[in-house]
Nanobody
Framework: VQLQASGGGLVQAGGSLRLSCAASGSIFSINDMGWYRQALGKQRELVAGITGGGDTNYGDSVKGRFTISRDNAENTVYLQMNSLSPEDTAVYYC???????????????WGQGTEVTVSS
């Protein structure tokens, strides 16, 4: 199983970016998907999560600015980031809690990370 994240880059404060993360490989089903981020010198934190049914939750610092969504047919999760600030600068990681086979346990997989830099 691989999670391939893309969409990071350099953007000015106030701008927007859209991250994507596609899961591929031997996958029976995906439960929750999400995004975490880790800024230099800081702990990794939850940005947003989404259940298989579409229920969402967000970290306090991104509420009202970021929107998580998913395409279950494509095993892909998105993160639309608006009104970006330098404090959003971090490496963003996607996650997928999935079963590889019908009888396997749910395991969390992580993407490789995509870097977001917001200049002031």
């Amino acid at each position: 199983v691989q999670l391939q994240a893309s969409g990071g880059g350099l953007v000015q404060a106030g701008g927007s970016l859209r991250l994507s993360c596609a899961a591929s490989g031997s996958i029976f089903s995906i439960n929750d998907m999400g995004w975490y981020r880790q800024a230099l010198g800081k702990q990794r934190e939850l940005v947003a999560g989404i259940t298989g049914g579409g229920d969402t939750n967000y970290g306090d610092s991104v509420k009202g600015r970021f929107t998580i969504s998913r395409d279950n047919a494509e095993n892909t999760v998105y993160l639309q980031m608006n009104s970006l600030s330098p404090e959003d600068t971090a490496v963003y990681y996607c996650t997928a809690d999935l079963r590889r086979w019908r009888w396997s346990t749910v395991t969390r997989y992580w993407g490789q990370g995509t870097e977001v830099t917001v200049s002031s």
